[in-house]
């Protein structure tokens, strides 16, 4: 047999923090401004040093009604999307880590709130150990800060022009808010989900919706699959009749490990750079998808949770999560993106599942269910 080695990933939030982590309360957005500020000019100015910094987190006990500040600090921008784009995520992170603590039945999340002395700030949540959820996490941030062209480039897709407005290799100020999610059951036939909704602009003028929800089965249920997308084209079809195919495609491509000819899951959807509509009608479209990811997940993993399974079909979950690993830190436009802007490491690595495992030049049996899927993740299908 093979040498085997098994890595233990912990990017549990509370290690960042002096202050305890504790369980999340239910938040309410408004549109109370957040005095990051003395003044326009100050803003202006930590804005354009702070450029974040690994140690620009600064703990605080509970989140205020807005990470938003107001363009009154001296910040350009559409200051009514801002707002309202945190506000639905606001409202999705309460809603989506209700239904997960529901189905787990045990675990709870942990909260951790932070904010930055230029601006912004965020709200993480994890779950750990729990009765069916290994790992869980759901993150908010609302990001200020300067970029360099080369993070621009990573934040967007097809070499998209984001940096209009700014000199060849000046740092770009930019606004980030967005949500994103991993869970990682324990039973190997309920499957990983990932999601990340976010709004971007650039002080050039520059603004862009992107996101997508995902999943990453380890064994192939093509009922489970005719419902995770299903979910998702009816929402689609709902806003735009060439946006499932156009996204499901996406996504495919997107989520593909390239050193390994194969995805890391069966897809979903996933879009970047939408900004050729109005944004009132993005904002809509981007609302009703990360509104659907409890009714797209929650009913497969109920469905699995509870299933027998042996201590061989655990372990290729866990060889199947260590191909997650892979395609996080190597290939996901959001871990380098957070990495070249100097992001809070904790929020960034929460996605990564507590085990993975990797199996010297292992392969599936010819016919056995492990094949079967493994197919799949070379040759990606249509479920709907």
């Known amino acids: 047999m093979g040498r085997t080695i098994v890595f233990a990933l912990l990017a549990s939030s509370a290690t960042a923090f002096t202050a305890p982590s504790r369980p999340f309360r239910h938040l309410h957005a408004s549109s109370t401004t957040l005095p990051a500020t003395s003044s326009p000019e100050a803003a202006t100015k930590n804005s354009e040093d702070v450029s974040l910094g690994w140690n620009s987190h600064v703990p605080?006990?509970?989140?205020?009604?807005?990470?938003v500040r107001g363009t009154d600090l001296g910040t350009p921008g559409n200051e009514g999307m801002r707002r309202k784009f945190e506000a639905m995520c606001r409202e999705a992170q309460n809603d989506i880590c209700k239904a997960i603590e529901e189905l787990d039945g045990a675990?709870?999340?942990q909260e951790d709130v932070w904010e930055r002395p230029n601006g912004g700030g965020g709200i993480s949540r994890v779950l750990s150990k729990g009765e069916v959820f290994e790992k869980a996490g759901c993150s908010l941030s609302v990001v200020y800060g300067t970029m360099p062209p080369e993070a621009v480039a990573s934040a967007t897709d097809r070499g998209a022009d984001r940096a209009k407005g700014m000199k060849p290799g000046e740092r770009v100020p930019f606004f980030a808010c967005g949500l994103s999610s991993v869970m990682h059951p324990r039973n190997p036939f309920a499957p990983t989900m990932h999601f990340n909704y976010r709004y971007f602009e650039t002080d050039g003028g520059a603004w862009w919706f992107g996101g997508g929800t995902d999943i990453t089965p380890s064994y192939l249920n093509e009922e489970d699959m005719k419902h995770f997308h299903?979910?998702?084209?009816?929402?689609c079809d709902k806003h735009d009749p060439e946006y499932y195919a156009k996204f499901k495609k996406w996504a495919d491509d997107y989520f593909y490990i390239k050193h390994r000819g194969e995805t890391r899951g069966l897809g979903g959807i996933f879009f970047d750079d939408q900004c050729n509509k109005d944004p009132e009608e993005h904002f809509a479209f981007s609302k009703e998808a990360l509104g659907s990811v409890i009714k797209a997940y929650t009913p497969i993993v109920?469905?699995?949770?509870d299933?027998?399974?042996t201590q061989e079909q655990k372990e290729w979950q866990l060889m199947r999560r260590g191909r997650y690993v892979e395609f996080n830190l190597v290939y996901d436009r959001g871990t380098v993106f957070g990495l070249k802007t100097g992001g809070r490491i904790e929020s960034i690595l929460m996605s990564l599942p507590e085990t993975a495992r990797w199996e010297y030049n292992h392969s599936p049996a010819e016919g056995s269910p492990e094949a079967e899927i493994l197919d799949a993740f070379k040759n990606p299908r249509e479920w709907v």
């Open 60 to 67: 605080i006990d509970a989140a205020p009604d807005t990470l």
């Open 107 to 109: 675990g709870k999340f």
């Open 230 to 235: 299903g979910t998702y084209k009816e929402v």
């Open 302 to 305: 109920a469905k699995h949770k």
């Open 307 to 309: 299933d027998e399974f």
